[in-house]
């Protein structure tokens, strides 16, 4: 029969039988092998220190061998717990204390897209008719789900607004409805840098940089709704319209919360290419103007009007190109004036080719968010915690942390849908070129964006107030025909070339405006 015991034991004396053990030497040995094992976990080595000094010779009290089991199951889960974390802990990070109600209002929206959307592109295709611009579909959310719709983290309610309307727009765009909800309803990106303007709107970007969910005003909701019409009209004659694309209009509410409207339109900026230079130009000069020590600590800052002026920018655009950026821009601008809007402004991404990708502009203006509600389940089972499912998916989504965007998490090359407008065919934008129309190193991203501010009462009164003390023509707030011509003069001098473009209009204000 072999010996039991180890040799280094301090519990084991000389050398003995197995069949003349003392109870109390069994339990000395058995207690020797579970502190054996516990002795190379850190947790767990005062508990055997002391145990040691104070009894080495007799059994071990029932007071430390509580306290050790106490110990041992506090390590083991301990160890299951880091496990955990240490797959997740990418996605998952310390809590912030602002903006989580921002989170949790994307993931309402996010799923009341997935199935509104998926619902609408499920159907045969259909003819439009003029009850299709004003419809709107109403859904509502719960955790338990219904026959309807699913269960879902939040309970919320989901208005779809026009949604054959969209559908047939996204369709003209290019966008392939299985694509489309890929890039919404997955991992999604936030921007750094948040609205440029100053109506105070979110903006949220698709997991690809395709697509931008921006928040809008209940007017602005409104009035989109009024000018679909025209819009659907004008995009299905213009295929080449450099006017903000529009993908979505919808509305999501709390339970006894505000109802919050939002837009889902295609992002002007490329996934693909480092934008070196922003602006925003609206052809006026009053206060439109970046200060350089904003620049020198945001070097990719989004500049206005003056900025471009001052630093002599302009848009090198050969014969062919530059005849087919004025026709267009007429064209929209046209439109905008007919339908009453003013307040709209061209956004140019600059690309400069020599520089390329270098510099990873991307990696520190992006974020990513994605909250991990399967580890924040495992916590809660092993805490013997009473909280339902709905609850911990809450507050893993307020806890939850953006990370830095990883550049290689966005696409290499240009969508297929840019390729169906002229603006974005090369290479996903629009390439500079000289007098001889030969490509130079620079590539162009451009779209009218802002295309919801008529010229209502609020604007009428404050272009009253501010032309008392301001030159009333270089003040933003203007007629929309007089804007209009005034956003075509200046970017046609945005041109390095212009001799050949015309310098008068003709905006045509006869027509019937939409009040």
Known sequence: ??????????????????TSYSTTTKKQIQQQKRR???????????VLKRSQTANNTEGLTEEFQKELSARQKAFRRLSRRRHSEDEDKVLMGTRISEGHQNYVLMYNMLTGIRIAVGRVSAKPNRTLNDADFTAAHKLAFDVTGDELTPGAKYDFKFKDYAPWVFRGLRERFGIDPADYLISLTSKYILSEL?????????????????FIIKTIHHTEHKFMRKILKDYYNHVSSNPDTLLCRYYGLHRVK???GRKIHFVVMGNVLPPNKDIHETYDLKGSTLGRFLPEEEIRKNPYAVMKDLNWTKRGKKLQLGPYKRKLFTTQLLRDVKLLARMN??????????????RGNKENVRNSTLQSFQPDTRLAERRASMMKRRESKAMVYR???MEANPDKLNMSELPDIPFDERRNCVFYSDNGGFQATDESNKAIPSLYFM??????????IKKKSEHFIKAMTQNKNEISAVKPSIYGNRFMKFMTKTLEHHEDVPREYQLDTNEKKLN
């Open 395 to 397: 507050k893993v989504i």
């Open 36 to 46: 054996s094992l516990l002795s190379k976990d850190p947790i767990n080595n005062s």
């Open 194 to 210: 948040g609205s440029p303007g100053k109506s105070g709107s979110f903006f949220y970007y698709s997991r690809d940089y395709r």
């Open 447 to 456: 779209g009218i964006i802002d295309i919801l501010t008529p010229y209502d």
């Open 1 to 18: 029969m072999p010996y039991i015991g180890d040799i280094d034991s301090p519990f084991i004396g000389p050398k003995r039988h197995s």
């Open 254 to 256: 709390l339970p006894r």
């Open 341 to 354: 809007i003013m307040d709209y402004s061209l956004m140019i991404g600059v690309h400069d080719i020599i």
